[in-house]
């Protein structure tokens, strides 16, 4: 029975701001939810999506729907935070909400049965996932200045061992152009990406999706806003670069109503926002049956990595054949001590590969008295009564 809800809205300011097509950053803000069952197990997950609004969501909201219920019967919990909030929460931060709940529940239900998480997504198909390195962020330096910061960033974690890198477009045409042309000269046979967090309009976007596919960039993240999904589809007919799209949409539906369109070649929903990863695996499906394949957005702290870690070493990639092109595990090694040394138990990365935990739950675990530090606002509900039955 589910006995306790707790959240921990976290903050950092940085020494640093960073940027990227749309805003600067100067504060790393994350949500982290913790479930307790009447055993004392705990299960932790994170919320990706704007803290105080989620954290909102989930205390006053979702925690009271959940306790006293089975923590082991994690679709029916799903299904019941979407049906109480169907009416006015499909999409935002209330699914946000959902998504850590959801993470949470999984890491609990793991940890209940002394198995991973991606023994209960499947089984997995692979013990280590290859990582992408995301950074190379905008900074507050003159043009000439940055395009020389984004290549020795780059040239550092190259030289950690990943090799596959993914850049930061969109910030006007004439650096993104220089910056895309000196990433490949630069590294040549490095597996390069490129992510505008939706910069462009369509004329933009196709004149940059014609120099990556030049330039063999493996794919063109977020070329165009969300809101005109239709362009997807001119785009594509007009590059050869595959186009990756997803991370701003939530639940199977939303994924449908998106990939249906067409032009999306790679479908990216991010575990802490698309609905949890019980719904990931739903999306997955979608995705499938349309023969796309799903590489999961991956932002935040060691719990967010480590859930879609358990999802890519799950996943089979479209059509299949004897030696496939392996997924990857997105890798941000922006600035956030909240991430890595607030964890007594993370994920294991080395020359850029991820090993797959195979212990029980997540296999990674917030440090306590380390949240602590960057912990700006907790909140708890707890269960009086007695268990609720299994019918909503």
Not at 362 to 386: A, I, S
């Amino acid at each position: 029975m589910i006995s306790s809800i707790k959240t921990y809205r976290l903050q950092h300011k940085l020494e640093e701001s960073f940027g990227f097509s749309q805003w600067h950053y100067d504060t790393r803000n994350n949500l982290i939810v913790e479930i307790i069952d009447d055993s004392g197990t705990v299960g932790y997950g994170e919320c990706y999506g704007p803290a105080t609004v989620t954290q909102n969501a989930v205390d006053t909201f979702y925690a009271p729907l959940l306790l006293g219920r089975d923590p082991l019967k994690n679709e029916a919990a799903w299904q019941h935070c979407w049906r109480a909030s169907l009416d006015f929460a499909m999409k935002g931060p209330m699914m946000g909400a959902i998504s850590g709940l959801d993470m949470a529940l999984l890491d609990l239900k793991g940890k209940l049965l002394g198995i991973s998480v991606s023994e209960l997504m499947g089984g997995r198909l692979r013990d280590e996932v290859a990582c992408y390195a995301t950074g190379m962020y905008f900074r507050k330096q003159p043009e000439e200045e940055l395009l020389q910061t984004i290549l020795e960033e780059a040239t550092d974690y190259v030289g950690q061992g990943f090799g596959a890198l993914k850049i930061k477009i969109g910030k006007n045409m004439p650096f993104d152009k220089r910056l895309i042309v000196a990433m490949r000269n630069t590294f040549p046979d490095v597996r390069l990406m490129a992510d505008s967090n939706h910069a462009y309009d369509l004329s933009e976007a196709v004149e940059i999706g014609r120099l990556l596919s030049e330039h063999d960039y493996k794919w063109f993240e977020e070329p165009l806003s969300p809101t005109h999904p239709d362009l997807f589809r001119q785009l594509a007919d007009k590059v050869d670069v595959p186009i990756a799209a997803g991370e701003c949409e939530q639940t199977r539906y939303g994924f449908q109503a998106l990939l249906s369109k067409g032009g999306v070649q790679i479908a990216q929903p991010d575990l802490a926002y698309c609905g949890g990863p019980t719904e990931a695996l739903k999306i997955r499906a979608v995705a499938s049956s349309m023969g796309i394949n799903t590489i999961a957005h991956c932002w935040g702290t060691q719990l967010n990595l480590a859930c879609a870690l358990h999802y890519l070493a799950t996943t089979y990639i479209e059509p299949g054949r004897a030696t496939p092109t392996e997924p990857l595990l997105e890798r941000d090694l922006t600035p956030n001590p909240m991430r890595d040394a607030m964890y007594s138990m993370g994920i294991a990365i080395e020359n850029g590969v991820a090993k797959v935990p195979v212990g029980p739950g997540l296999g990674v675990e917030p440090d306590r008295m380390e949240m602590e530090k960057y912990c700006v606002q907790k909140t708890e509900k707890t269960h009086v009564g007695k268990k609720i039955p299994d019918a909503d």
